[in-house]
């Protein structure tokens, strides 16, 4: 009797103590999540969710649409979202309307499992916590190399000339593909590219861009010369699009998010055998560069500032909860996860060797999106040919001008 | 009827009109004069996981500042209307100034944003409509001359394109034509050519927007036409039968005079509809070779990060002006109409 009173306590210490833990030590407050919808933040977003309970809220809204929600949701006070997810080009509206709060303080007080690597500092203060990094690598389908007798490209140029030998083969007809869907997608192929040659975006110190050169006249001809290799649709993909084409067995090498990885090569996935042959790698160089053609990424989240000091309190423990580094250890091949002690698995290898390469960062500058935008709407005249490469250049600049001009930032 | 009554009748309708008509399009209006505020901008340290670089940020105090100001933002007068997203009239004066023939002139014109919009907006429109109207009047034609039984289970399904959302009907003929989709392999194997693909080809695209179109319409204009059919003079036709008439010449000098009432009704509500078309250039992911002016407007307000609301709402008006240029010549007829019974 006096025994199983005793493990009765015991039991129902453990519970209390599970349910502490369940409600992460947050004694009250709502937390409500805005973030963008890909399964590596739904891991961290289910786990901030397990906060729930005992006077405490979790709400999260995925979308693909957030970019285009959280300025307006954040705007009004109290603002609609007290937690922003996200990334390097992301942040920027919130920091240019002056819409999330410093976190120094929640930092020390709370963040005891963070790194020092993790913390997104600006003018000193902490503005972001960054949880994964990301960019996009090369896939690449072993068996169709062995096939073609060829060893893995590490350059455009050699990718180029492997997809020749894999056509003149009678392998494949269109061994490449890449996201040239105009928009996003197209612009983010332009970015990647003109990093790897070195190019700058603006003039130094100012607004003007300054991509109507020879460097940018080399990344449309190389984006263009990788197109000759691919299916007459190449224009309507979207990183999406080359997920279903890679595992229809239709691409043998491409750059592809290293977020999505795992869809890849799934062994529970529609192609298992496609994933079993699937090479991760840094994404490639080119023109004689040693810097790989591809922008680094980083997805953190943010603090509103229009909701109270409570809510901040709660919305900030719970992330951190979300992202503590057992979350990274138990899903190791969710995302090129940037929390302590994570040791990364063989599928974090493309993202880690690109930023090991010296790969740069998409840039956080606040006219960076204006440039983006035009970009993808500018240069797909180019890429049906229907447009020279000076032409298409021109037309960006004079876009991006246009939108510049109205948006203040040039006079 | 007492002016006092008359005001009072109208009153309700003229009130809500003025609400949600007058008062938006005025708001867009002011909207469209104002750009941002220039922002103050300042060098800082930034660090990320990658490291720290010197990046270049908005001093949102300063900005603040300004805004506090004029919330509404800096004057700009017509400067939106005549950059290059719109009107481009600098670019169109250096176009005329210096060129290669008229070829040249085209193209170079054609390479403005708005007025690519506006082609194939008005290419759409003035195909689309009389398209439209021809099969929504076949199918009505049809229609009329089925026995009882069928007239039922046949109008539900001639009205099924008008049904379905565009949004979705555009994507699931978007997911026929590729060239892994029945229409797309049809066309493959019946054309011998095997990298033949609507969606890169400008003209291709186009051509399937266009036909989209008047599928999506056609039930419209032939349910109209339909009810339409139902008032035709018996008494007329018959005798045009008496005389000799063959059934063409019943459709030509009896069926169409007296559907002509309705079909500028059709057309009026079909080139409204038609201008502002937007869904299957979203369904067909098909901006890279056709925009329009509706399209542009959704890029502004949708950018990747910031939204130009004064771009969006000089489009806006442009369109607004656009609409009633199209409508002028039926609204003048009805006018003249309305004198005339009126005398």
Redesign the interface.
Known sequence: MKFSKTSATALALILAASSAYAGCGISAGNVRILANDFDALGIVVDEAKTCAGDGVAVEANMTTEH??LQ?PALSVNPAQYSVAVVA???I??L????LIRPLDDLVAQYGATLQD????????KVMAI?FM?NAQHLFMRSDVLAEAGLEQPTSYEEVLAAAQVIRDKGIMEYPLAAAD????NL?AEFVNMYLGMGGEFFAP?S?EPAINNETGLKTLEMMKAMTGFM???Y??YDADEMKALYLAGQVAIMNQWGSMVNAHIDPNGPAPQIGEATVLAAAPTVGGGSTPAAA?W?DGFTIAKNISDEDAAASFQAMVHGIRPEVAQANPTGATW?MKDFTAPASANGVLGT?AAGA??Y????Y???L??AL??EL??F??G??DAG?ALT?VE??Y???A?????I? | MRHRDFFVFVFPSALLMLLFIALPIGSVLVQSLF?????V?E???????????E????N??A??ALKSEAPLG?F?GLG?YL???HLATA?LAEIFADNDGLGDIVSRIY?L?FYKALSFTLVYTFTVTPLAIFFGFLVALGVNTLPRLFKGPVIFLSLLPYVVTPLIGSLILYWMI??DGIIGTALQYLSGNP???L??S?VLTWLMLIIYGSWHMAPFCFVVFYAGLQTLPQDTLESAMIDGASRFERVRYVVVPHLKPLATFVGLILLMDNFRVFEPIVGF?S???ATSLSYSIF?D????????F??AAATSVLTTIGVIILLMPVLVRTWRDFNRKAR
């Not at chain 1, 690597?117 to 000193?124: A, C, E, K, P, V």
């Not at chain 2, 990046?55 to 908005?58: A, I, K, N, P, Y």
């Open positions: 970019k285009s300025v390097n080009n992301s920027v509206p920091l240019n309307e002056d690597s993790q913390l997104i500092r600006i003018d000193g960054a990094g869907l105009p928009g996003w612009a110190g607004a299916s007459p649709e224009m309507s680094l980083w940037l930023a740069k960062a840039p956080m500058t606040p960076m999106g204006l983006h935008t993808g709407d797909a005249d890429m049906q229907t447009e032409q037309d004079a876009a001008r246009a939108a001009t109205e948006a203040g930032f006079n | 750009v941002e505020h220039d922002r901008l060098v800082v340290k930034s660090c990320t996981p990658f490291g720290c670089t990046e270049t940020r908005v949102v105090a900005t603040a800096k700009n939106t950059n290059r997203a670019e390479n944003p590729n060239t990298d033949l693909s969606k890169a400008p992911s901006s890279a070779h890029s307000l949708n950018g990747q990060v910031d939204q130009l004064g771009s």
